[in-house]
């Protein structure tokens, strides 16, 4: 599982890297990888020649057997699927078809089978309005409510021959609840001495923390109940004149060889901590066809396209719509979606103060196979 897991760490960090520099100034972020990688993985499976080449150039395959691919990708689904009672995680794929093309059936049964994907006719040149209500609606469904209008009006056109689109919806409860009669408001400092007002969520417990010595940075563990995943947050040290010097030094050094020492559980050490996080709620929503067309998958979105693997006709795709919902507060977390640097052990106070009162970067991450979920960054309440 380890091998998923790292590739979708990898994709994850690369797609960052390219939103992060496409936002203007501070910008809020919040995406799944994972559900992200599931779609790339449900077109890899329709996908031959160079087309499939770049998906799996992006994906970070690497030389890997696509059949071992798709199966690790399975089981992972599987676990995810098969939480305690104390989540609700729901992962769904769907394909949109323009009528009049036959998908293969080897590939619809591949597809339903390791992706649990289901794949819908629609009639986008003649009736392109019911077809993008249809399409929002199912995932509105799926998310719980939560992801509302994924492809707003205007993103999908009459020349649509295949849309994807994908949902993720996850809550889950904290291990260690915050009381609600400790949450008070508190200047929470943006870049340039700006501060603006947030409800901060407070309470004083054992919990993992660890702290890279090159970049300043405190990283904190908050497990969700049974500790099959957990929120882990990187908070720079908090600078006199507000800039974001300490999370721009964060992202550029964010490689998965150094987010894999700071997030590891043996760099970190239990102590007592007095945690202070702002209650909030993040939405983003990205259309994934120039970032992707960036990475290298250029192929899939023009004539060129192969995916003579889904239907023997000609089909290229046309849009990838990802939208990421996440709200954290004293319960726990609802969330939906359609280098060289050392951890390093200080001399310890008997209690250590974690004040998210600055931007930070957070990720949720299932425990048992170190697969990220959803990766975000907190810097505009």
């Given amino acids: 599982m380890g091998s998923i897991s790292r590739m979708i760490t990898e994709f994850s960090l690369d797609l960052y890297n390219k939103v992060n520099r496409r936002a203007e100034g501070c910008s809020n972020i919040v995406f799944s990888p994972v559900s992200i990688s599931t779609s790339l993985g449900l077109i890899l499976l329709g996908a031959r020649n ?26 992972l689904l599987l676990q995810l699927q098969n939480l305690d009672k104390d989540y609700v995680i729901s992962l769904a794929n769907n394909l949109f078809l323009q009528q009049g093309f036959e998908p293969n059936q080897k590939y619809l049964m591949c597809s339903k ?17 019911a077809s993008r209500l249809k399409i929002n609606d199912w995932v509105e469904s799926e998310t719980e409510g939560k992801i509302k209008e994924l492809f707003a009006r205007g993103v999908i056109n009459t020349d649509a021959i295949l849309v994807l689109a994908n949902a993720i919806y996850f809550k889950a409860s904290w291990e260690h609840k915050f009381e609600e009669k400790n949450t008070v408001q508190r200047d929470f400092k943006l870049h340039q001495n700006e501060r603006k007002p947030v409800q901060m969520m407070y309470q004083k417990g054992t919990f993992k923390l660890g702290y890279i010595e090159e970049l300043e940075t405190q990283v904190l563990e908050l497990p969700y109940a049974q500790k099959l995943l957990s929120m882990i947050i990187l908070l720079p040290g908090d600078t006199e004149d507000g800039s974001t010097s300490g999370l721009e030094q964060i992202e550029s050094t964010m490689t998965y060889e150094n987010l894999t020492v700071w997030l590891s559980s043996k760099h970190m050490f239990e102590t007592i901590v007095e945690v202070y996080l702002p209650r909030f709620k993040l939405e983003g929503t990205f ?78 991450r299932h425990n048992p196979t170190d697969t990220m979920l959803f990766l975000g960054k907190f810097c505009s309440p």
């Fill in 50 to 75: 160079n087309t499939a080449a770049q998906i799996e150039n992006v994906s970070t395959i690497n030389n890997q057997n696509g059949n071992l691919y798709h199966e690790a990708f399975h089981t």
């Fill in 113 to 129: 089978e390791l992706y649990r994907a289901a794949l819908e006719t629609m009639d986008f040149q003649r009736d392109l309005e």
């Fill in 287 to 364: 259309n994934l066809n120039e970032v992707l067309k960036e990475m290298g998958m250029t192929d899939i979105f023009t004539f060129k396209a192969d995916l003579s693997a889904l239907s023997e006709k000609s089909l290229m795709l046309s849009n990838i719509v990802h939208k990421a919902y996440v709200e954290v507060n004293e319960e726990g977390t609802t969330a939906a979606a359609a280098t060289g640097a050392t951890i390093v052990r200080r001399s310890l106070p008997l209690t250590e103060v974690f004040m998210a009162d600055h931007p930070f970067l957070f990720f949720i």
